[in-house]
């Protein structure tokens, strides 16, 4: 595992006249996802390739581990981080299991036997069956195959750390919906600390557990899906997020946002007739409960303990969505 802190690092390109990237400052928990988002020229992958030192800052510092890594050798850094771009970049030459292998074989330690065992452990955690694709070529695997080959490869070394650059943007819409999943399901298994720079909103607050908005190089807010959405800092974090978006706002606000001590929907005779749901669920997720069920109102239970939170009603989750919506109207224009 491994923490990323940006100390106010700074970016700025000879013959510019002001930084791509400006004093920026805040940390990344290890084992977390934390999404960089932006609109074009917003200095979000030039942050990123800073921290493997394909960009060099001007100043600042980046802490990994309680490690300046702008005092270390910058060939061995990149050989402690698994790197996942766009492109892909496998080798056409070679096959896939000699694409996975490559990073490992570089890194050295690493015996035949063990190597072996690793492009097929791999392969299966990335959901392509070792005996089926390893002697596979590049060319004869579509788009979303080649790109979990790309993840598998940035996995050899068992990295700390995964910087992933838009890796999905040049696919379909079906295949990078099926290669969030898929990363999902990796991340829960890996835990790794992933830095992962994105153009897509939606794609930001699926896979994000953090959110670092960018704008004109400097960072505009940090935050979870919901902070962002509940409370962006100013206009631009509003806009980008789509936190006026009502249906963005019953899709990733909790259930616990709306709840509601004892509806008078419900009468005492029916408190213990009405259904349940986990504390985990969005608005979304209850409000399409309460009309399926047609109750008056769902018990919010926590889901480790089932100990009662409250309630939710369509009452409750209408006063909600109409009082982030009001809190909405006069943002306030602060920056981190």
């Known amino acids: 595992m491994a923490k990323i802190a940006f100390q106010a690092i700074t970016k700025q390109f000879p013959g510019t006249n002001k930084p791509a990237v400006n004093a920026v400052t805040f940390e990344v928990a290890e084992g977390t996802t934390c999404m960089l988002v932006g609109t074009s020229g917003s200095g979000k992958t030039t942050l990123l390739r800073m921290v493997n030192r394909l960009i060099e800052p001007t100043s600042g510092e980046i802490i ?11 060939i061995l850094l990149r050989r402690r981080f698994g790197y996942v771009i766009q492109q892909v970049g496998l080798f056409p ?8 292998r490559v990073t490992a074989e570089i890194a050295g ?8 065992e690793r492009v097929d452990e791999l392969l299966e955690l990335v959901g392509l069956p070792p005996a089926e694709y390893r002697k ?4 004869q695997l579509s788009g979303g195959q080649q790109q979990r080959v790309g993840l598998a490869r940035a996995l050899a070394i068992d990295p700390a750390i995964l910087l992933m650059d838009e890796p999905f943007g040049a696919l379909d819409a079906i295949t990078r919906a099926r290669m969030q999943d898929e990363l999902l399901r990796v991340q829960s298994d890996v835990h790794k600390t992933i830095l992962f720079v994105s153009h897509d909103i939606e794609e930001a607050f699926k896979l994000g557990d953090m959110i670092a908005v960018l704008h004109e ?8 899906p919901v902070e962002l959405l509940a409370k962006p800092s100013n206009e631009y974090v509003r806009k980008l997020v789509g936190a006026d978006n009502i249906l963005r706002q019953l899709q990733y606000l909790p259930v616990t946002d ?8 419900v009468s005492s005779a029916h408190w213990g007739d009405i259904p349940t749901i986990f ?34 009603t369509l009452a409750s989750i209408n006063h909600e969505i109409t009082r982030t919506r009001s809190n909405e109207s006069n943002p306030e224009w602060t920056r981190i």
């Open 217 to 224: 190089g400097q960072l505009m807010q940090l935050g979870t």
């Open 64 to 74: 990994i581990d309680g490690k300046n890594i702008l005092e270390e050798n910058p």
């Open 279 to 312: 504390s985990d669920s969005t608005l979304l997720e209850a409000m399409l409960k309460l009309l399926e069920t047609n109750a008056p109102a769902l018990a919010v239970q926590a889901k480790d303990t089932q100990e009662s939170l409250g309630y939710i």
């Open 93 to 100: 030459h070679m096959n896939i299991a000699e694409n996975i």
């Open 258 to 265: 709306a709840l509601d001590g004892k509806p008078e929907a």
């Open 109 to 116: 330690g690493w015996s035949k036997e063990q190597l072996a």
């Open 136 to 139: 596979r070529f590049p060319r």
